[in-house]
């Protein structure tokens, strides 16, 4: 076999770039079945009110509609969004109806669907359907869900729809002891992932098969097809999930939505195909929104710095349903809230609370980009008060190398355990400040400089992902000589296809042209648990290895029989195999059919990224606006893969980071409609917003969890930009008294903190 290694670790260029550019992908509009019909919704223009009924006569008789499908139509008991991850019984409860069924419960909500002949004539439908609905009072804040006055499932008693707890050491005790504590409240706003392509389905059921084909799938695709399987009364088998090209996902697309069910469930009851894709407006309403959390949280510490202790609460506002997996930031927000320092006792509590407004779930670093945000400018603000310098805080409280494994608090209901596996934070800290210029830089704290005041900032951030439980990779050595890896992993724009392809080529020894990646359907392989939480490279990549070991070992086999040698005579090289004396047989001669292997990765143990962001912003007090002049993170994931497109992934990621920082937000009013439902209203950065932006990845600690060594790092640097820009702004603003305390920053919310602290 050649040398290994000449793949990976290689800046290739994405192989799937060429296509896009070109436009040529092949996204879900772009599909089309024989004798299509069009789908469109008809959603809760109310927050929260009894539905009494839904009158479609009038939708019925308009020219091209087919059906109007309710409540009524789809059965009895109605079908539920599952919770995906760490599902609970007490959560049950709170799961999402497909449609609207005795009572709305947030604005966008699905009440009906239209299926015509075209999406012009179903949205022309909508507007027929009477729709009786009792207003109730809406329930918007934290306030209101904890008063009870009005309960969204009166049948639980409460708004708060579950209760967190993340415990290490005795935290109390450490409290009793300490020479310095502070409590405050933080806030980060409600926002969302917001990708480039919205959502979008097309169904079709095969009646003579009895088989369900299902085209916009993404991230989960297997998860999916088990939820619609058992929601439709189908076999695994009878439904394939087919992905194609993706315009992004950020954890938000993938998730099992109302539509998910609606599309296919119209398909098979009206025997043709059926095609749904949602406008932007709908988008911004209906999918999946994230962040809303109140910290009231307190920090312990020796007058030199030690941190000893954390405690306090958290309020999710997880909206009117526990989606398929919204229990899982507020449960990380508490079990996260250390990050990358060395806190012996914690004790936090997460609830979720229900409201009326659109329900939340996972977006790159869920409960993560929170309390980081929430514990970087508590270590700020103990160091202002204690009279320190910010970084030899941070110095001194990092989990130090020797350390690991770390143990982080145990997380209950779950009893979920989890370390720190292996890296340094003090030589990545070290880096990052080399890189950025620190010394330089931090001489310019609070200065002002042509009407604007300049800060510098730092943060330190661990980045968890790459759990199992398992996934499954084929590959197939075809009669031509190439090699056809087959993946249960999910493309949604991480450059699948390129990273998975030089980890195979490595694997078999073989030249990157050799091999070929199929991913995007539930038909190729047995089993696969998708792309989410930073974990297709180290689990997809890793069943690769394991796939083609197998492979190889038949090919051992078929390669010894052919030169008449003994098992291990046998080398591979690029070309094939060969014996100790020379006799050479090509791959494309091993076999006259494809031989195959698969092979099936499992591991139950997160892998750990680490790394540390710096930031100088300038702001102007005239305005609040907040200007980012360099920003540069330096990041540890054990083993790259490629590391072009890993830098696509941090400085995405930072751009990201900086838009929930200092621009978006979901603005809703007292009666729970949304305020800010249109681009025009929320606000995204643009390229002209922010510098260039600089990433450092090394290799410093291999994680011990994987043939590749490889660390999960496709959210790493959104996590830290919170608290790191925050921290900045109130050195820049440190003479007006400025301590910002909740995101975004934009500029009303800037100039309105400088007004407030001018007024003291």
């Known amino acids: 076999m050649s040398a290994p290694n000449r793949l990976i670790g290689s800046a290739l260029e994405r192989v799937e ?116 609905i009792d ?13 009870a006055g009005t309960l969204l499932f009166p049948e639980h008693g409460s708004n708060v729809s579950m209760r967190w707890n993340a415990v290490k050491g005795d935290a109390d005790a450490a409290f009793e002891a300490a020479d310095y504590t502070r409590r405050e409240t933080f806030t980060v706003q409600r926002h969302a992932a917001l990708f480039m392509e919205p959502r979008g389905f097309v169904a079709e059921w095969d009646t003579d098969a009895e088989k369900l084909s299902v085209w916009g799938a993404a991230k989960v695709a297997f998860a999916n097809r088990k939820i619609l399987a058992a929601t ?31 599309i296919p469930f119209a398909a ?109 400018r508590l270590i700020d603000l103990m160091a202002k008060d204690l009279g320190l310098d910010p970084l030899d ?19 209950t209901p779950f009893e979920s355990v989890t370390s720190l596996d292996s890296g340094d934070n003090h030589a990545l800290l070290d880096r990052c400040l080399a890189e950025f210029g620190w010394n330089e830089k931090v001489a310019l704290q609070g200065q002002c400089i042509d009407g604007r005041y300049h800060g510098v900032s730092v943060g330190c ?4 992902g790459a759990a199992g439980p398992s996934e499954d990779a084929r590959i197939v050595l075809e009669s031509d000589g190439s090699f056809a890896v087959y993946l249960g992993s999910a493309g949604v724009g991480q450059g699948i296809e390129t990273i998975m392809g030089q980890i195979a080529g490595d694997a078999l020894g073989v030249p990157f042209e050799r091999v070929r990646v199929y991913y ?131 400085v995405g990621s930072i751009v990201q980071g900086l838009g929930g920082t200092l621009l978006e937000e979901f603005v809703y009013d007292s009666e729970g409609q949304l305020l800010t439902g249109t681009l025009a209203d929320y606000l995204l950065p643009t390229a002209t917003d922010f510098p ?18 490889a660390k999960g790092a496709g959210e790493g640097e959104i996590i830290p930009v919170g608290g790191v820009i925050a921290n900045a702004v109130a050195q820049a603003l440190a003479s007006f008294g400025v301590e910002p305390m909740a995101l975004p920053l934009s500029p009303p919310n800037v100039w309105r903190m400088l007004q407030a602290a001018a007024d003291k």
């Open 520 to 650: 995007g359907s539930t038909s190729y392989v047995a089993e696969g648990f998708g792309s989410f939480h930073s974990r297709s490279t180290v689990m997809g990549g890793s069943a690769i290895v394991l796939a083609a070991e197998a492979l190889l070992e038949k090919l051992r086999s078929i390669a010894a029989a052919a030169l008449g040698c003994a098992l291990d005579a046998v080398v591979f090289d690029e070309e094939g195999a060969r014996d100790a004396d020379g006799k050479a047989v090509a791959f494309d001669a091993l076999s006259d059919a494809p031989v195959s292997a698969e092979a099936r990765f499992e591991n139950k143990k997160y892998t750990y990224s680490y790394g540390s962001l710096a930031a100088h912003v300038a702001v102007d007090p005239k305005t609040g606006q907040v200007d980012v002049l360099d920003i540069a993170s330096t990041k540890d994931v054990g083993r790259m893969i490629n590391p072009a497109t890993l830098n696509g992934q941090s």
């Open 268 to 376: 098979r009851h009206l025997g043709r195909p059926v095609k749904w894709v949602e406008d932007r407006r709908e988008h911004l309403m209906a999918a999946n929104h994230a962040r809303q959390i109140e910290c009231d949280v307190e920090i312990a510490a020796t007058r030199d710095g030690k941190i000893l202790a954390l405690r306090g609460t958290n309020w999710t506002d997880n909206g009117a349903y526990i989606r398929t997996n919204g229990s899982i930031a507020p449960r990380n927000a508490a079990q996260f809230m250390s990050g990358a320092y060395d806190i012996e006792h914690i004790r936090l509590t997460s609830y979720s609370l229900t409201t009326n407004k659109t329900p939340t779930g996972t977006y790159r670093g869920p409960g993560r980009f929170e309390p980081d945000f929430v514990r970087e």
């Open 393 to 411: 805080v941070r110095r001194r409280n990092l989990v130090p190398a020797d350390k690991m494994p770390y143990p982080l608090a145990t997380m």
């Open 232 to 262: 439709m009364g189908l076999e695994r088998d009878q439904i394939d999930m087919i992905e194609g090209d993706v315009g992004g996902s950020f954890g938000s697309r993938g998730e099992f939505y109302p539509e998910d069910f609606l």
């Open 692 to 709: 260039n932006i600089r990433s450092t990845v090394l290799e410093l600690a291999p994680s011990p969890h994987n043939p590749l060594g």
């Open 461 to 464: 951030f661990i980045e968890g």
């Open 135 to 147: 207003p109730l009072p809406a329930i918007t804040n934290r306030d209101q869900a904890e008063a």
């Open 17 to 132: 770039d060429l296509r896009l550019l070109r436009g040529r992908g092949h996204f879900v509009a772009d599909i089309n079945r024989p004798d299509q019909l069009h789908a469109a919704f008809l959603r809760s223009a109310v927050a929260h009110g009894m539905l009494r009924g839904v009158d479609a006569a009038e939708a019925l008789s308009l020219d091209g509609v087919h059906a109007v499908l309710t409540a009524r139509d789809l059965g009895s008991p109605m079908p539920l969004l599952p919770i995906r991850l760490q599902p609970l019984p007490e959560l049950e409860l709170f799961c999402q109806p497909m449609l609207a069924d005795e009572k709305v419960r947030y604005v966008g909500e699905p009440v009906a669907v239209v299926i015509a002949d075209s999406s012009a004539i179903a949205e022309d439908a909508l507007d027929l359907i009477a729709v009786d």
